[in-house]
């Protein structure tokens, strides 16, 4: 398998390389200089140059909030350009595994979301998300597009270092109790898309979230309590809605993701959250609790 990431500096990308590297699969990430998005023509050059047998796709314009404000780039990123990579990958005879989030949905539902629910995105990132999977999947029929949530690493910018840089600080942090998803650690999340790419047999889209649910300040509390006993950072959890803590983009209420699909076509199926949540934790406290 010749395999190709999209993406270099980005959490997932990063997983990526990290995993392929543990599973002994040559993996080669471009990210800019040499594969711009932003310049789709010369990103299909590059593509093209290196004629991989498998591309995942793990770049994407994530700042939720400033999408509200920059949406053409929001689009060209997250829309536009997929669906050209989607459209060399085809023309190389090259499956496409691109990731999507739970923000294509409104949050409404009661019940875990499953692939076949109707879409209806309430941000400009939701939006620019779902037009990306629509446009991935018509240019390339062998695309499989992984939709997955709460997304974490122990390096870079995300929930669980966010929290644990406020805990430095200060001794209560406010946290959102109404959202519900499930969160996923960035190293499964690519040790599933390494699997898929091994054998890509079934196309189409696909959940891909971590076991379990929670809530955001559920999720601080787990991480401050496990962050405690490995003698890092710390602080008590005030419990607070939504509605307490506006925000210029409407996050789903309900991020909870059915991913029963992904284990009956490929026998794929994160761990239970709190078990990565440790794994992730072990990794920052090696690093001496680096969460700046």
């Known amino acids: ?46 593509i093209r140059a290196r004629r991989p047998s498998v591309i995942i796709n793990a770049a994407a314009y994530t700042a939720v909030d400033k999408a509200e404000d920059d949406r053409d780039r929001a689009y060209l990123l997250n829309s536009e350009a997929p669906a050209r990579i989607a459209a060399v990958a085809a023309e190389l005879g090259a499956p496409l595994i691109h990731f999507s989030t739970d923000y294509v949905f409104a949050g409404d539902k009661e019940a875990p979301y499953v692939e076949a629910d109707p879409t209806a995105p309430a941000s400009v990132y939701g939006a620019s998300k779902r037009e990306g999977e629509e446009r991935v999947l018509a240019a390339n029929p062998r695309a499989i597009v992984l939709r997955t949530a709460w997304v974490y690493d122990s390096a870079g910018q995300n929930f669980v270092r966010t929290m644990l840089r406020l805990a430095s600080t200060r001794d209560e942090i406010s946290v959102v109790a109404d959202q519900h998803g499930a969160p996923t650690y960035a190293d499964d999340l690519a040790d599933a898309a390494l699997t898929i790419a091994a054998k890509p047999t079934a196309f189409g889209i696909y959940h891909c979230a971590g076991q379990g649910e929670t809530v955001w300040a559920d999720f601080a509390a787990a991480t401050f309590a496990g962050a405690a006993i490995r003698g890092g950072p710390s602080a008590a959890v005030k419990r607070i809605t939504t509605a307490d803590y506006p925000t210029r983009a409407r996050r789903p209420a309900n991020s909870r993701l059915n991913c029963d699909k992904l284990a009956a076509d490929y026998g794929v199926r994160l761990r239970l959250w709190p078990d990565a949540l440790s794994d992730c934790l072990d990794e920052i406290a090696a690093s001496g609790w680096s969460v700046g």
């Open 1 to 46: 398998m010749s395999l190709l990431v999209i993406g270099r500096s980005g959490q997932v990308a990063r997983a990526l390389v990290r995993r392929a590297a543990a599973r002994g699969i040559a993996v080669e990430a471009l990210g800019r200089p040499e594969l711009d998005l932003e310049a789709p023509a010369l990103a299909e050059e590059a």
